[in-house]
């Protein structure tokens, strides 16, 4: 099962040149056989490498149901994304909350996201971090230049509550 989403739009401005960049992230949320499931929180982020400050807010995704916001108080275990400028923010946030989903392939179109577009000239890493209640918490980082000046794969295996993740970059 494949869920696309495509968030706010709006092209990347660097130095009043235009720079549009085809920017897709696919991974996986495997099946995990327990008694007690529940969907992951799932953050994605931009950082400069060894940072551990988030660059840019991506996605956030969180039970978005509970009544009073409630869902909100879980976000907090995403641990790496919380004290990566996940705390500072108010959420939900227009263009990057979204509901938690199921297992399976989720594939995320950043190409127009307006994060990107204050991104200046130089490496990062796209964070993703996933964590279940009741269940364990994972990250796993994919490095890309910005902006984007030829096409780029980047692939990286999770362990436990990512499977496969896969960037994909072309100017």
């Not at 953050?43 to 995704?61: D, H, M, R, S, Y």
């Amino acid at each position: 099962m494949k869920h696309h989403l495509t968030l706010a739009a709006g092209l990347a401005s660097l130095g009043g040149t235009a720079m549009a960049a085809d920017v897709q992230l696919k991974f996986e949320l495997p099946r995990i056989n327990v008694a007690e499931y529940h969907k992951p929180y799932v953050a994605i982020w931009v950082e400069k490498p060894g940072a551990n400050t988030a660059t840019a807010q991506l996605a956030v995704w969180y039970d978005l149901k509970k009544p009073n916001n409630g869902g909100t108080k879980w976000v907090r275990d995403m641990r790496q994304w919380w004290r990566a400028g996940g705390r500072a923010m108010t959420l939900p946030v227009d263009g990057v909350s979204g509901a938690t989903r199921a297992p399976g392939e989720h594939v995320v179109n950043l190409s127009q996201h307006p994060a990107l577009a204050s991104l200046p000239a130089g490496n990062y890493e796209l964070v993703v971090e996933a964590s279940r209640e009741a269940g364990g918490r994972e990250v796993r980082r994919l490095p890309f230049t910005w902006p984007v000046k030829s096409a780029a794969e980047v692939k990286v295996q999770g362990d436990d509550e990512l499977g496969a993740l896969q960037l994909n970059v072309k100017p």
